[in-house]
């Protein structure tokens, strides 16, 4: 008799109050897992209005031999060595600051702490923790200079070079 | 008939309906009034109804914390007709401050009480947060108080740097590439946090945008509600600090036997 009474709930079994319970809680972790991704993916822009990493710098006689040229408004210099030209990023590693050519001292330095570099990108001294990167130029078939602010190459290799 | 003082004409409008209808505790000075008047207000109510008399001396706090309310509600005041000429849009933005400082009537006055109004909020944040460390009123039972004092610091400092990407000058731009770059330093989510904040690679129209949603909406709103609770918790942490008010032997642990003498 007593058997009966005894609920038919020893120890796996969940009564109807603790299923509905979990369903609850359950169903509101899976909501608001849903709505954290959904915000996160609506943070992020899927379109971005930015300028093309790809630059025309012009034809190559604007660069006289050993010149380093400051483009203010795409961040790079082009430089004309006897190598050849390159480019290089003038975005300095250590806090995104514009640096300048130096042409008395004959350095790139960054105006915001200090940083810097030589005419090849090496680091001089100073917070930034990388040299300055080389950038990808190439010649169009209009003999203009191009270069992708987006593509590194490998700094004083002979294809990281545009020889005219 | 006997003439009315003012007082009595302000205990007449206290007595009529409408007045009643509105402040529930009624006519008279006596001390039960008096709690109710600021427990049943819906502001007042996160206050304690009494305060030791001389925690509302000068010497007590310095009055830093209130100070500092006050300068946040300077901000509230001019920062909300400021939005009125702003367009935080990239090709007005900078074209707008110049205008707010060059032609609006009182432009110029509201524009740079705004600016000297959160240096001053800095200060005294800072200020407060010395005054309750050197007196040692940050130590239980308002250890957790001190804790939404940080969050209330850090607030105050994303305020000051997301307004200052807004006049969209040379300095704001260089100030927020540098700022925002601190945040790629973060380890293995810094570039994704830097892309976020920014909304994008680089300091742009999409991150004015952010910047002047944060600096108007989201970071004012989480410092009022933290505000309140930073309030809130003084009454519950049993009001502001006094020496005196401390356990005795908790005294005994903490002060220099020479003060004992005070």
């Known amino acids: 008799m007593t058997e009966e009474t005894k609920p038919v709930n020893p120890d796996k079994a969940l009564d109807r109050r603790q299923f509905f319970t979990k369903l609850g809680l359950g169903s509101l972790s899976i909501a608001a897992a849903g709505t954290a991704a959904f915000a996160y993916q609506f943070l992020e822009p899927n379109v971005l209005y930015e300028p093309s990493p790809v630059v025309n710098a012009g034809k190559t006689d604007r660069y006289p031999l050993d010149s380093v040229t400051l483009d203010v408004n795409s961040g790079i210099y082009i430089i004309h060595s006897q190598e050849g030209y390159f480019s290089l990023s003038a975005v300095c590693t250590h806090l995104g600051c514009l640096t300048a050519w130096k042409p008395e001292l004959g350095i790139i330095a960054c105006p915001c702490h200090g940083s810097k570099f030589k005419q090849n990108g090496e680091k001089i001294e100073g917070p930034a923790p990388k040299p300055l990167p080389w950038k990808r130029i190439w010649l169009n078939d209009d003999g203009d200079l191009l270069v992708d602010r987006s593509t590194d190459v490998p700094p004083l290799q002979r294809e990281s070079f545009v020889r005219v | ?262």
């Open chain 2, 1 to 262: 008939m006997a003439t009315k003082t003012v007082d009595q004409y302000f205990d007449d409008l206290r007595g009529t309906r409408v007045w009643r209808s509105i402040f529930r505790s009624g006519t008279g000075s006596s001390t039960l009034k008096r709690a109710l008047a600021i427990q049943q207000n819906v502001f007042l109510h996160l206050f304690s109804t009494k305060v030791r008399t001389r925690m509302l001396s000068f010497s007590a706090t310095w009055y830093l914390g209130t100070l500092t309310l006050g300068t946040f509600l300077i901000l509230v005041a001019t920062g909300i007709p400021l939005m009125l000429y702003y367009h935080p849009s990239a090709p007005q933005a900078y074209a707008d401050t110049k205008d707010l400082q060059f032609v609006v009537s009182s432009g110029l006055f509201l524009r740079n009480l705004h600016r000297w109004s959160a240096h001053a909020m800095v200060f005294l944040v800072f200020a407060h947060m010395f005054k309750v460390f050197y007196r040692g009123a940050y130590r239980p039972p308002r250890e957790f108080n001190w804790v939404i004092g940080i969050v209330l610091l850090l607030i105050t400092l994303l305020l000051s740097y997301t307004g200052y990407l807004l006049p969209w000058d040379q300095l704001a731009y260089w100030a927020i590439t540098v700022g925002s770059n601190i945040a790629s330093a973060v380890p293995l989510m810094g570039s994704k946090i830097h892309f976020l904040l920014l909304g994008g690679n680089a300091v742009n129209a999409n991150a004015l945008l952010r910047f002047y949603v944060l600096h108007c909406m989201i970071l004012p709103l989480t410092a009022m509600f933290f505000v309140a609770i930073h309030f809130w918790r003084i009454r519950k942490d049993g009001g502001l600090y006094s020496h005196g008010s401390e356990p005795a032997t908790l005294r005994a642990k903490t002060t220099v036997p020479s003060m004992e003498a005070q």
